[in-house]
């Protein structure tokens, strides 16, 4: 049984912030603890936050000056919004840039690497508190042909981001040929359910999951689908 449990308590993250540090004891003092073999799911704004990673907007030019300098290729327009790709490879709503929960005229970007974002805390718990837990960094994206939007995973550790069940067979017995579960996406998901949009929790922890999924893969290298074989780009 898997089970999720948001952890409050986190004050204003800083640029220079000891994140690992600040988390850790936010855990500790919450009714669930870390424990090994959890996951833990750490949005992106803390991240960005912690790594110095908020711009100024200028108030004339606003924020797509930015989105341009954070894209590689900007593949729509309508109105305000672009939806672009990142230099990390994502295809989402202007560059990922985001202008809530920071001070006013202030955009916070994406972190230059958030697999190593999320290695930097996995091996600080570790290396402090001998916890071996994976860690993932989750972020808000909008989906194709689908309303409404979902938090996803855009760096990752310890986790094996996709499950290959290609091979296996289904509850009939047929054998499975084409069936990946991106189930660093389906943690984040759900880890958002418990911290919300508006409720000022930042982290969470998901415990119970399989042991399987744990690994050494990375977002960048497992999860985001290679050019060539992407149909829409």
């Not at 309303?147 to 986790?159: C, E, F, N």
């Not at 050494?216 to 060539?228: F, H, I």
Request: aromatic letters at 4%.
């Amino acid at each position: 049984m898997i089970n999720i449990f948001p952890v409050s308590g986190l004050p204003q993250i800083n640029p220079g912030d000891d994140l690992p540090e600040m988390i850790f004891e936010c855990c500790d003092e919450s009714d669930a603890g870390l424990v090994n073999g959890d996951v833990l799911v750490v949005t992106q704004k803390i991240i960005s936050k912690a790594e110095g990673r908020l711009v100024q907007i200028d108030p004339e030019k606003g924020h797509k000056p930015l989105v341009e300098e954070e894209s590689v290729r900007i593949l729509r327009r309508r109105g305000d919004l672009i939806i672009s790709e990142t230099k990390h490879g994502f295809v989402c709503a202007n560059a990922g840039i985001d202008l809530s929960n920071v001070e006013a005229g202030q955009a916070a970007l994406l972190p230059v690497d958030s697999d190593k974002s999320a290695r930097r805390i996995r091996d600080a718990l570790s290396h402090r508190y001998e916890l071996n837990v994976a860690v993932i960094i989750s972020d808000t994206f909008g989906r194709p042909w689908r309303r409404g939007v979902t938090d996803v995973a855009i760096g990752s550790a310890g986790l094996s981001p996709v499950v290959d069940l290609r091979g296996t067979t289904d509850a009939l017995g047929r054998e499975l040929q084409v069936t990946e579960v991106a189930v660093a996406d389906e943690l984040a998901a759900a880890a958002e359910l418990v911290m919300g949009k508006s409720a000022g929790v930042p982290v969470a922890i998901v415990r119970g999951v399989n042991p399987e999924w744990f690994g050494d893969g990375t977002v960048q290298e497992d999860l985001l689908r290679k050019p060539n074989e992407d149909l829409f780009r």
